[in-house]
């Protein structure tokens, strides 16, 4: 079983950066596809990018493309989320879940592991 925490949420202005980690427990976390997801209330959790285990391949949503960077150090069991050029629409809770498979994984109702979230705010 892996259990998930995500850390380095926070309030930003737009146009600014935050960096999200996720940290894992657990031995093979390499072998887990790592997805971010996020939500703000009344709404569905959506997609916002993909790592797949050892391999690294990453897959993001389109409103996030060029703007986030994913990438994982299967070392210290962490998956990053580098978010730069924040707008207000990128306020929600953020999520990091995980699932023990090969390749990607972008439905949430895939996902085994889910952490607790952390808020992000962007203010315009």
């Known amino acids: 079983q892996v259990q998930l925490r995500e850390s380095g949420g926070g309030l930003v202005q737009a146009g600014g950066s935050l960096r999200l980690s996720c940290l894992a427990s657990?031995?093979?976390?390499?072998?887990?596809?790592v997805g971010w997801f996020r939500q703000i209330p009344g709404k569905e959790r959506e997609f916002v990018a993909s790592?797949?285990?050892?391999?690294?391949?990453?897959y993001y949503a389109d409103s996030v493309k060029g703007r986030f960077t994913i990438s994982r150090d299967n070392a210290e069991n962490t998956v990053s989320l580098q978010m730069n050029s924040l707008k207000p629409e990128d306020t929600a809770v953020y999520y990091c879940a995980g699932k023990l498979t090969y390749g990607l994984m972008l439905n949430a109702d895939r996902y085994d592991y889910w952490g607790q979230g952390t808020q992000v705010t962007v203010s315009s």
């Open positions: 657990g031995r093979t976390f390499s072998r887990y596809a």
């Open positions: 790592i797949s285990g050892s391999v690294g391949t990453k």
